[in-house]
């Protein structure tokens, strides 16, 4: 079962508002992570998939077959969103068993069925609870097991875990991802969170403006963002403008030996380097390349590491590092060093 946008726009009424020229393609089985700030358009992507809203133009496949005109319940997807949703009134296992009610399915059917959805989300013994006596992430599990009982064709997730703690959070986003893999499902996460996007996804859709600026594999999209703003928006950046010359590129903190990928000299570039692949140095005593004494300026402590700001002449180079150790110069390998 896949999934796949062709070329989808659609803008809301009297508003300029929506998502423009949309193409992406969910694989069989394939979590893809769609991205972006508040606003641009990663909820309306999914209402599209969903049925709730009709494109503008383009068309929505799901597993090959064209579902412009299929009311929502006739899609056969799973959803899932921020509010659970659940019926107060229902116990756990109706809730869950939901989704088989409605398709005639026979009560002794359904229990069994639910137990076994229950099980595989870890809320066995749970059956008979009523949603108010559970905790959100038990909640949010309900509402997963509940979107796939009737084996979807597909499943929508809506930031499902930005109302969790932190710490439930990352437990659940892993629970997510097993499930999906058990089911196999072509899968649309949307989240804000740059960290759970990474971390669950097989490929990532950076959304900005309603229209897709990048998609590819996680750490592709960390490492080779394709312009300025994937770059900033996933993880921290070092973000030098600058101007490509013969082996490097010119910026306020100097001359950056680097691989310029064929640029044209002169031509107008930014330099991006993660903090974590800086390197520091305790003396100045060292022949790396585009080294830079200096001094810090910020010491942040992160828990697993700490991010400096080092100031050198012309700027500041954020740099992560995993113990406190006297920084006298930092250097920037080249290899680490992308020009966008
Ligand atoms: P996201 O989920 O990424 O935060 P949305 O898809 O909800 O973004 O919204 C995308 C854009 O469409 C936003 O500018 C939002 O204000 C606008 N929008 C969302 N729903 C409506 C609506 N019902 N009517 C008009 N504009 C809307
Ligand atoms: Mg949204």
Same mark, same amino acid.
């Given at each position: 079962m896949s999934v796949e946008f062709k070329n989808v726009s659609f803008h809301y009424p009297d508003a300029s508002a929506g998502v423009e020229s949309i193409s992406l393609t969910i694989g069989e089985g394939e979590l893809i992570a769609v991205i972006g700030p508040?606003?641009?358009g990663k909820s309306t992507l999914l209402m599209l998939l969903a049925g709730f809203l009709v494109p503008d133009s383009g068309q929505i496949l799901i597993n090959d077959e064209d /579902?412009? =005109?299929? %009311?929502p319940e006739k899609r056969d997807l799973g959803l899932v969103f921020q509010s659970y949703a659940l019926f107060a009134h229902m116990r756990v296992w109706e809730n869950v068993a939901y989704p088989l009610k409605v398709r005639g399915v026979p009560s002794m059917q359904r229990r069994k069925r639910a137990e076994e959805m229950l099980l595989r989300v870890g809320?066995?013994?749970? /059956?008979?609870?009523? %949603? /108010?006596?559970?905790s959100g992430g038990q909640r949010q599990r309900v509402a997963l097991a509940r979107a796939l009982i009737h084996a979807p064709r597909a499943l929508l997730l809506d930031e499902p875990l930005s109302a969790l703690d932190a710490g439930l959070r990352v437990e659940m986003r892993d629970e997510i991802r097993h499930v999906q893999r058990d089911a196999g499902i072509a899968t649309l996460h949307v989240t804000h969170d740059q960290e759970e996007a990474l971390s669950i996804a097989d490929r990532v859709a950076v959304l900005r403006d309603g229209r897709l600026e990048q998609v590819g594999a996680p750490a592709d999209i960390y490492d080779? %963002? /394709?312009t300025r703003f994937v770059a900033g928006f996933l993880g921290h950046a070092n973000l030098w403008d600058g101007t490509a010359r013969d082996g490097g590129v010119e910026t306020a903190i100097g001359f950056l030996r680097c691989d310029?990928? =064929?640029?044209? %000299?002169g031509t107008g570039v930014t330099a991006l380097v993660r903090p974590e692949r800086v390197l520091t140095h305790d003396s100045l005593d060292t022949n790396r390349p585009n080294r830079f004494p200096g001094e810090i300026t910020e010491d942040r402590f992160l828990g697993a590491q700490r991010r400096l700001d080092f100031a050198v002449h012309g700027g500041v180079v954020s740099v992560e590092v995993a113990h406190r150790d006297k920084v006298a110069a930092v250097s920037i390998p080249p290899e680490w060093i992308r020009l966008l």
């Open positions: 508040s606003g641009s /579902a412009s =005109g299929k %009311p809320l066995s013994g749970m /059956a008979e609870r009523r %949603p /108010a006596s559970l080779q %963002p /394709a310029t990928n =064929g640029v044209a %000299p």
